[in-house]
């Protein structure tokens, strides 16, 4: 009877050791070290920015201005999710914009974490710091170090061409940037080597020198306008488009005339050495286009004074935005740094 009595506790006392044991490392889970759990949550915010386009993709979580960020769910910064750690220069520019994030925006839209980390993000290229945000960096934290592509955006530089010329005496002259979406959007090209006015801006330099008739008189900007076609439609024709023409607005648009700000109908502005319009993709959503469209920005010239004007500018014709004349930079090399704790 002893021995039974025996076998049967020592039985008892080891089950109850068992359990005890397996349950010790839960227990103690909370006083491991905490610089494995901050890598974690650094890698995985790592992972978030440069494999990511955060949401909504379409349009892009960059156009929200401030009043409207509560829409964005989740900050990303990859062009696609089909090119990861190839990071899109217009997200880059409103994730590191001051004041435009909170820290608390940080937390819960790019780190995830129900504890409040506190963080520090930065992104450099080419050795000079291209954006920084955050608190200064503790004796401990946890860290993770993403080598990156950065797509910047084309830009058409148009200089003279003889083919944009037109020496007819009438007093207007019409110069049309046209963006056929169907070739631009094509799917065959990668998202990292695409030309997408839908998440990216359309910047437009004319070199307007060359095309004075007479060096010492400035040609006349009227006005610039926007107009569109959807070739897949019956009869299809070029329609413009409502647009608050006459109000500056940076968010939208930036003109300017010899380096001077301007809106899109400028009152007799001269002009003669250079004209830059920049197109934010938060003015190309408002013009509903899809992949079939075509989008002409019209610059038309007109001189002024006179019953019989004289031209003072001879450049006419329609200039194609596209592959073979807009030359995409090289994708620039970046470091992304990622800090938590």
């Known amino acids: ?30 006083l491991q070290s905490s610089g494995i759990d901050y890598d974690a949550v650094a890698y995985r915010t790592g992972v978030i920015l440069v494999e990511d386009p955060g949401w909504p993709v379409y349009p892009p979580w960059e156009m929200n201005d401030k009043n409207y960020k509560d829409e964005i769910e989740r900050i990303g910064l990859a062009v696609s999710k089909e090119t990861p ?47 920084q945000t955050g608190d200064p960096l503790p004796p401990g934290y946890g860290y993770i170090r993403r080598v990156v592509k950065i797509k910047e955006p084309a830009v058409a530089e148009i200089g003279y061409n003889a083919s944009y010329t037109d020496e007819d005496e009438r007093p207007d002259r019409t110069f049309i940037v046209r963006l056929n979406f169907s070739q631009l959007l094509d799917l065959e090209r990668g998202p990292a080597y695409r030309i997408d006015p839908r998440t990216e801006p359309v910047t437009i330099n004319i070199n307007t020198t060359g095309y004075l008739i007479d060096s010492n008189t400035d040609a006349t900007l009227q006005n610039v306008t926007f107009w569109k076609m959807d070739p897949t439609r019956p009869n299809p024709r070029f329609t413009r488009i409502p647009f608050s023409y006459g109000e500056e607005n940076p968010g ?62 001879k450049i006419n014709g329609t200039y194609l935005y596209d592959y073979g004349n807009v030359d995409l930079p090289a994708l620039a090399t970046g470091v992304l740094e990622v800090a938590i704790w």
């Open 252 to 313: 939208l648009y930036t003109l300017l005339l010899d380096g001077t700000p301007n809106d899109l109908v400028p009152p007799d502005q001269p002009v003669s050495k250079s004209i830059t319009l920049v197109l934010q993709p938060a003015a190309t959503s408002l013009f509903t286009l899809d992949q079939n469209s075509i989008l002409d920005i019209r610059f038309v010239f007109e001189e002024t004074g006179g019953d019989e004007p004289e031209p003072h500018t």
């Open 85 to 131: 750690n190839i990071l899109l220069s217009t997200k880059v520019e409103k994730f590191f914009e001051p004041g435009f994030f909170s820290p608390g925006d940080y937390r819960s839209k790019a780190i995830f974490g129900d504890i409040p980390y506190s963080y520090n993000f930065s992104l450099s290229s080419g050795g000079a710091l291209i954006g």
């Open 1 to 30: 009877m002893l021995s039974l009595d025996f076998l049967v506790g020592f039985t008892i006392f080891m089950l109850a050791l068992i359990m005890v044991v397996s349950m010790v490392p839960g227990l103690l889970a909370g």
